[in-house]
Antibody, heavy 119, light 108 residues
Framework: QIHLQESGPGLVKPSETLSLTCTVS????????WSWIRQPPGKGLEWIGY???????NYNPSLKSRVTISVDTSKNQFSLRLSSVTAADTAVYYC?????????????WGQGTLVTVSS | DIQMTQSPSSLSASVGDRLTITCRAS??????LNWYQQKPGKAPKLLIY???SLQSGVPSRFSGSGSGTDFTLTISSLQPEDFATYYC??????????FGPGTKVDFK
């Protein structure tokens, strides 16, 4: 059974960099696509970006200038860095596997981790 | 970006009711449409992919239909565990993937 677990600081100061890691178990991170999605409290879902196990990435244009997603196949992990954060980046951050082919969908998802941006 | 809308934004229903939730895309997305269920404090769960394919393990009371710009999620007989928020998501354009605003289903 595939399991994804997000980890990282729950509190980040404004203007600093948010860093999260998703640890994948039950399946090799190769040869799949992996994604980050976030959800501000009480609001809807926003796709952040995805990475292929080779390291190829694709980001949401609205966040592209601040986002970096990387992968570590030796640890079966992938990571998110979001720079210059503001209160608007406060959200639950989810990692998920992106099923990519003629049709694309996200499944499964991690449980999510709340990151609050505050001084 | 492809904009997704859902209607209604919320609804009240009873166990046993038949429900239909609508999702509309701002342009044609073929059948590149997925549905997710999210319960409070939990991650979204995939229900339907490619507009009408039922994800493994999802009860058959859930079904999806549509193509182009208009899609529906139907729950044939609402069960207590189905009270949740439902999101549609388009995958026709990956720049970016976009979700609908959600439809909250609660007890009447």
């Amino acid at each position: 059974q595939i399991h994804l677990q997000e980890s990282g600081p729950g509190l980040v100061k404004p203007s600093e960099t948010l860093s999260l890691t998703c640890t994948v178990s039950g399946v090799s991170i190769s040869p799949y696509y992996w994604s980050w999605i976030r959800q501000p409290p009480g609001k809807g879902l926003e796709w952040i970006g995805y990475i292929y196990y080779t390291g190829s990435t694709n980001y949401n244009p609205s966040l592209k200038s601040r986002v970096t997603i990387s992968v570590d196949t030796s640890k079966n992990q992938f990571s998110l860095r979001l720079s210059s954060v503001t209160a608007a980046d406060t959200a639950v951050y989810y990692c998920a596997r992106l099923h990519s082919g003629y049709e694309d969908w996200f499944d499964p998802w991690g449980q999510g981790t709340l990151v609050t941006v505050s001084s | 970006d492809i904009q997704m809308t859902q209607s209604p934004s919320s609804l009240s229903a009873s166990v046993g009711d038949r429900l239909t939730i609508t999702c509309r895309a701002s342009q044609s997305i073929s059948s590149n449409l997925n549905w997710y269920q999210q319960k409070p404090g939990k991650a979204p769960k995939l229900l339907i992919y490619a507009a009408s394919s039922l994800q493994s393990g999802v009860p058959s009371r859930f079904s999806g239909s549509g193509s182009g710009t208009d899609f529906t999620l139907t729950i044939s007989s609402l069960q207590p565990e189905d009270f949740a928020t439902y999101y549609c998501q388009q995958s026709y354009s990956t720049l970016p993937f976009t979700f609908g605003p959600g439809t909250k289903v609660d007890f009447k």
